[in-house]
């Protein structure tokens, strides 16, 4: 592990934990190399949990960028509110709602959604229930789906064996609903898989 990643784990410690979090069980550089984002995009994270991901969104986007964050709890989304106005990140919109009963953002405004483990804890039937023709609503043409799953894979820490998700699972999950796999990326613990919708 470098210092600087190093350097950043103990950071992220010192923070208050509202809830759990896959940000620091890899390497974030190499999380965000892959997804790529630009300035200007706009970065949606589906279950944002306490929020890491898109504080380095927000920051990767710019100000002529924003992020978009979605949890059902609102403690999450209002202490990620909180963190935003400490950072001095004015392009977050939290958004407090259940995914499972759509996606309350407007056709055609997303460059990438952002899954961050959250599938296990639901189940890939969600896709199948709207998840993914909202996903596909939502994005502008050419948009992706970053999905990060812990592997499936016997650990001390995280979901149980039986809940986890093998890339495979996910890989043909997404495509039996219209997205394309365009990049596999070892983080380790987990994976990272990164979709076009075909159609785009």
């Known amino acids: 592990m470098c210092e600087k990643h190093k ?10 934990q509202r809830g759990p979090s896959s940000y620091d069980m890899q390497d974030p550089d190499t999380v965000f190399q892959a997804l ?9 994270d589906i279950g944002c949990g306490q929020g890491d991901y898109c504080l380095t969104a927000a920051k ?3 100000s002529s960028g924003s992020v978009y964050a979605i949890d ?5 989304t209002e202490g990620l509110q909180e963190d935003a106005r400490r950072l001095k990140l004015d392009n977050i919109r939290t958004i407090t709602a259940d995914i499972r009963e ?3 953002i407007p056709n055609d ?18 896709l199948q229930h709207g998840l993914a023709s909202e996903m596909r609503r939502v994005l502008k043409p050419h948009g ?3 999905v990060l799953e812990c592997k499936k894979e016997e650990q001390l820490f995280g979901p149980t064996l039986e809940r986890r998700l093998s890339a495979e699972q996910t890989k043909d999950a997404f495509q039996q609903h219209g997205f394309d796999v365009i990049d596999y990326v ?4 987990n994976y990272l898989l990164l979709f076009n919708d075909i159609g785009g």
């Open 60 to 62: 990767n986007v710019g």
């Open 102 to 104: 759509g996606l309350p």
């Open 36 to 44: 790529n984002l630009q300035r200007g995009d706009t970065f949606l």
């Open 7 to 16: 350097h950043h784990r103990f950071q992220l410690k010192k923070k208050v």
């Open 186 to 189: 070892d983080l380790g613990y």
């Open 72 to 76: 059902n709890w609102p403690n999450l």
């Open 109 to 126: 405004q997303i460059d990438l959604c952002l899954l961050g483990t959250i599938l296990h804890a639901t189940t890939l039937d969600i």
């Open 144 to 146: 992706r789906v970053a």
